[in-house]
């Protein structure tokens, strides 16, 4: 069954970038898209972006300027670095596995368990 | 972008009731829309994709229908497991949008 886990520092500075890695494994890595999705404290849910294991990436529209998304197929994982953070980008970021069923059948399974990272200085 | 809105925010029920959620759509998604339930400190869990279909390994009791701007999650008959919030997600659309959620609390 596949697991994913979220990794990277919990607390960034304003106007830094944030890094976080998500590994994936007891599943195949390659035949997926891998998504980025948060959650501000007491909030709903945004999804960042995601990624074909092929290295192609879709980015939500409003966070493209500041947003990397990468994959390391020898590794099983994928990154997010996001730039020039302010206190608005305080969230939990989870790491998801994107499903696709043809035609714009697409949604987000399994989860990762998430990870707080706070912008303040 | 296609805004989703659920409703009611937020619902008191007891173990055993039968619940009905709401989303709706700012624009037809058709059936290309996904439920997952939160519980606290969780990650999201998937319940149903294509508004109606029942992921693997999630209790019949739950239910999904509507197609277009309007669709509805159905629990037929509450359990304490089930006191959680509740995102739909539409796919129709990049960028792909989320609810704000129904939270679910026992009464």
């Known amino acids: 069954q596949v697991q994913l886990q979220e990794s990277g520092p919990g607390l960034v500075k304003p106007s830094e970038t944030l890094s976080l890695t998500c590994a994936v494994s007891?599943?195949?890595?390659?035949?997926?898209?891998w998504a980025w999705i948060r959650q501000p404290p007491g909030k709903g849910l945004e999804l960042i972006g995601y990624?074909?294991?092929?290295?192609?990436?879709v980015y939500n529209p409003s966070l493209k300027s500041r947003l990397t998304i990468s994959v390391d197929t020898s590794k099983d994982q994928f990154s997010l670095n996001l730039r020039s953070v302010v206190a608005a980008d305080t969230a939990v970021y989870y790491c998801?596995?994107?499903?696709?069923?043809?035609?714009?059948?697409?949604?987000?399974?399994?989860w990762g368990q998430g990870m707080l990272v706070t912008v303040s200085s | 972008d296609v805004q989703m809105t659920q409703s009611p925010s937020s619902l008191s029920a007891s173990v055993g009731d039968r619940v009905t959620l709401t989303c709706r759509a700012s624009?037809?998604?058709?059936?290309?829309l996904n439920w997952y339930q939160q519980r606290p400190g969780k990650a999201p869990k998937l319940l149903l994709y294509g508004a109606s279909t029942l992921e693997g390994g999630v209790p019949s009791r739950f239910s999904g229908a509507g197609s277009g701007t309007d669709f509805t999650l159905t629990i037929a008959s509450l359990q304490p497991e089930d006191f959680a919030t509740y995102y739909c997600q539409q796919s129709a659309l990049a960028p792909y949008t989320f609810g704000q959620g129904t939270r679910l609390d026992i009464k």
């Open positions: 624009q037809s998604i058709t059936i290309y």
């Open positions: 990624i074909y294991s092929s290295g192609i990436t």
């Open positions: 998801a596995r994107v499903r696709v069923g043809g035609f714009s059948y697409l949604w987000f399974d399994p």
């Open positions: 007891g599943g195949s890595f390659i035949h997926y898209q």
